[in-house]
């Protein structure tokens, strides 16, 4: 947190105003946007998915953050829609909870702390990843739950297995971005920056 809350801090990244060291544990007193919810909450709200529209607002701010993380040396190693806040009068998104997050660094993991179920193929084959193509694995999945308001993958088989089916509702290019997303080769996704180039996000 402390690394992600210097002074060129991000708006999309919820702020550490404070901390003490504690006997036993480090108490931290964390900014606090109002109203807000999670956005799995948010999306429960609506129906269970979002537009694309407003995907797109969230999706760009999401990406936002993840580039400050990383320009940080932060890898948050557990992006999904419970980790982000949004605000619901203004829609601004927040990513909360480093919990499970390491230094961001060039050469592959051998340990996955956040949410299995939004881990890389990669780690579910040879035990090892490295964090740029996982983060963008995790931004294809939060994308597709966003839009779809459920899982692409049900279980580790189906997560090796890549095969991505979508609602009718959902647009080509947003198809097109997700499975850009998800390909089963890490080497062959998008990075954060080519994500921000594509033609979904850069529609009005």
């Given at each position: 947190?402390?690394?992600?809350?210097?002074?060129?801090?991000?708006a999309n990244v919820?702020?550490?105003?404070?901390?003490?060291?504690?006997?036993?544990?480090?108490?931290?007193?964390?900014?606090?946007?109002?109203?807000?919810?999670?956005?799995?909450?948010?999306?429960d709200g609506k129906?269970?998915?979002?537009?694309?529209?407003?995907?797109?607002?969230?999706?760009?701010?999401?990406?936002?953050?993840?580039?400050?993380?990383?320009?940080?040396?932060?890898?948050?190693?557990?992006?999904?829609?419970?980790?982000?806040?949004?605000?619901?009068?203004?829609?601004?998104?927040?990513?909360?909870?480093?919990?499970?997050?390491?230094?961001?660094?060039?050469?592959?993991?051998?340990?996955?702390?956040?949410?299995?179920?939004?881990?890389?193929?990669?780690?579910?084959?040879?035990?090892?990843?490295?964090?740029?193509?996982?983060?963008?694995?995790?931004?294809?999945?939060?994308?597709?739950?966003?839009?779809?308001?459920?899982?692409?993958?049900?279980?580790?088989?189906?997560?090796?297995?890549?095969?991505?089916?979508?609602?009718?509702?959902?647009?080509?290019?947003?198809?097109?971005?997700?499975?850009?997303?998800?390909?089963?080769?890490?080497?062959?996704?998008?990075?954060?920056?080519?994500?921000?180039?594509?033609?979904?996000?850069?529609?009005?």
């Amino acid at each position: 947190m402390m690394l992600v809350s210097h002074e060129s801090s991000c708006a999309n990244v919820l702020k550490l105003m404070d901390w003490f060291n504690g006997p036993n544990e480090y108490i931290m007193i964390l900014e606090r946007p109002d109203p807000c919810q999670d956005l799995f909450q948010f999306c429960d709200g609506k129906g269970g998915f979002l537009s694309e529209g407003v995907a797109r607002h969230v999706l760009v701010q999401v990406l936002r953050a993840l580039r400050h993380c990383r320009h940080s040396g932060v890898y948050h190693r557990d992006l999904k829609a419970e980790n982000l806040l949004i605000r619901t009068d203004t829609l601004e998104v927040k990513l909360i909870d480093f919990g499970c997050g390491d230094k961001w660094k060039d050469s592959p993991y051998v340990e996955y702390s956040g949410t299995e179920d939004f881990a890389p193929p990669e780690f579910f084959l040879s035990r090892e990843y490295l964090a740029g193509p996982a983060t963008v694995w995790s931004v294809g999945l939060t994308l597709y739950e966003l839009v779809c308001g459920y899982m692409p993958f049900r279980d580790k088989r189906a997560t090796i297995s890549g095969c991505l089916i979508f609602p009718s509702w959902v647009s080509p290019d947003c198809c097109s971005l997700i499975r850009q997303c998800l390909r089963r080769k890490a080497a062959d996704r998008l990075t954060l920056e080519q994500i921000e180039l594509h033609p979904w996000l850069q529609q009005n």
